[in-house]
């Protein structure tokens, strides 16, 4: 009989940095309460996920290396989304998935528990199955694009979808339609991997959100999955430091220059870690940046490769401009640090869902710039929650510096803005009170899952 103290679950995140982040924290949070993690994925991503999993867990997470066939345009390090060149999509997504036989393979040395598998694995759940053991999904977005999704992927209607406050607007449709719900691939097999996915989970959907952001859109999420939605919460990394994490200089320099700021006076400007800005972005965000007057870190990042002179990638003469008021970090900033810091008051965002909910657990307004695939719909649920607000583009869908600005003045500073930086702060109170609730309410689900199961759900 499988007990909480010796059960043993295996992870498989798909290849990008926004879905293994969630997946290491929710790791982190049941090897806590004593469950044995195995977290499977290509080795350049744990690699890159390593040092997260610090001494502490030694014992409790072990990685698992899953390794992708080799193909003649996808070398070892590109099995992972982080730095893709977006035409090998497609490519890493098949390569993925013809790694079923050694994922096979790895389920019968290790004989888990259960399987927690990720978005469009619809394989995972099937070679689960042949093996008697339950799987999950656990879906690192939030609930609103996931019901938004299914009920587009359903063809329920686009005018039947209850919840008008997040209509997507028809060019951030199209691009969704296009994208299946992920980037890159256009074909109807996506579509039917999307849905069977989700079938073949075991009863339940984890989910990385909770009632406090968006309760009605779980219950919605329920009704058309036919499926228990479970909340795991946030999942925010804010015990970083207390994992035994150390700082390295460019952090630390990051920190002392914020150290030096006043209160809630410095605007966070970042897209992620899959986004790469066109030139043209770069300007306007730029001239944005540069017209709101305001404090600001803005990290910027280019594609593997293409790596140009920072200076000669701003407008000339941008830095000399700014001067000590703004800060330019290139490839990666400690987001989570950065949000968390008191000087920082706001967050310029491309709406991932994992920023989204890092900025509502910090309690920092949301100016919202979104890009692609979920951002879009991400960003009118804060709207519609109350605590950001969105810069609106230009009829061509071109951003627009002015309004850049004006946005970055009414979150950060303008008195028309406190209705939104005091909602943050609510839902951050709120958020921070219930503390890590959701996953003892989820190890009790899982247990009793896999008591009852032999994998044939
Ligand atoms: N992130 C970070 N530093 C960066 C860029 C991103 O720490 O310079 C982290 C961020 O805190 C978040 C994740 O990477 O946890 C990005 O996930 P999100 O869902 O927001 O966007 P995606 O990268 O999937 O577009």
Not at 110 to 137: C, G, K, M, T
Not at 403 to 418: F, H, N, Q
Request: proline share 5%.
């Amino acid at each position: 009989e499988v007990k909480k103290s010796n059960m043993k679950i295996l992870m498989l995140p798909w290849l990008a940095h926004g879905h293994l982040s969630p997946f290491v924290e929710l790791s982190k949070r049941l090897a806590k309460r004593n469950i044995h993690i195995y977290i499977c994925s290509t080795p350049v991503n744990l690699n890159s996920i390593k040092k997260r999993i610090t001494q502490k867990y030694s014992n409790s997470i072990e990685l698992i290396e899953l390794n992708l066939p080799s193909l003649p345009d996808l070398p070892p390090q590109y099995h992972t989304t982080n730095g893709l060149p977006p035409h090998l999509m497609t490519t890493l997504k098949k390569a993925y998935e013809m790694s079923t036989p050694q994922f096979s393979n790895i389920l019968s040395t290790l004989l888990p528990d259960l399987v927690v598998y990720d978005f469009n694995q619809n394989w995972a759940a099937e070679i689960a199955s042949f093996r008697n053991i339950p799987a999950v999904q656990f879906l690192p977005v939030g609930a609103s694009i996931m019901s938004f999704g299914l009920h587009m992927m359903k063809n329920l209607g686009k005018e039947n979808f209850p919840f008008h406050e997040i209509y997507l607007r028809d060019y951030e449709i199209i691009k969704l339609q296009g994208a299946g719900g992920s980037k890159g691939n256009d074909d109807f097999s996506d579509r039917n991997r999307f849905l069977q996915a989700i079938e073949r989970s075991c009863g339940i959907l984890l989910i990385k959100s909770c009632k406090e952001i968006e309760g009605k859109f779980m219950d919605f999420l329920s009704v058309l999955s036919g499926k228990k939605v479970v909340p795991v919460g946030p999942l925010v990394q804010e015990s970083y430091l207390d994992d035994g994490d150390q700082e390295n200089d460019e952090e630390m320099e990051i920190i002392r220059w914020l150290d030096k700021k006043e209160k809630g006076s410095v605007v966070f400007v970042s897209f992620g870690s899959e986004y790469f800005l066109t030139e043209e972005e770069r300007n306007e965000i730029a001239r944005g940046l540069e017209l709101s007057n305001v404090n600001f870190i803005w990290v910027i990042r280019f594609p593997f490769g293409e790596k140009i002179n920072i200076q000669e990638a701003l407008p000339e003469g941008f830095s000399e401009r700014i001067g000590n008021r703004g800060k330019i970090v290139e490839e990666w900033a400690p987001q989570a640090k950065i949000l968390k810091h008191s000087s920082t008051g706001a967050f310029v965002s491309h709406c991932g869902w994992n920023s989204i909910t890092e900025s509502m657990k910090f309690g920092i307004p949301i100016i919202a710039m979104p890009m692609q695939i979920d951002q879009p719909l991400n960003a009118r649920l804060v709207e519609a929650i109350g605590v950001g607000l969105e810069v609106i583009r230009g009829d061509e869908g071109n951003l627009q510096s002015e309004e850049m600005a004006k946005v970055i003045r009414k979150v950060l500073v303008d008195e028309s803005g406190e209705g939104v930086r005091r909602k943050a702060k609510e839902l951050s109170e709120k958020l921070e009170m219930k503390g890590d609730e959701e996953i003892d309410i989820l190890v009790e689900e899982l247990v009793e899952l896999c008591k009852n199961s032999n994998g044939q759900c």
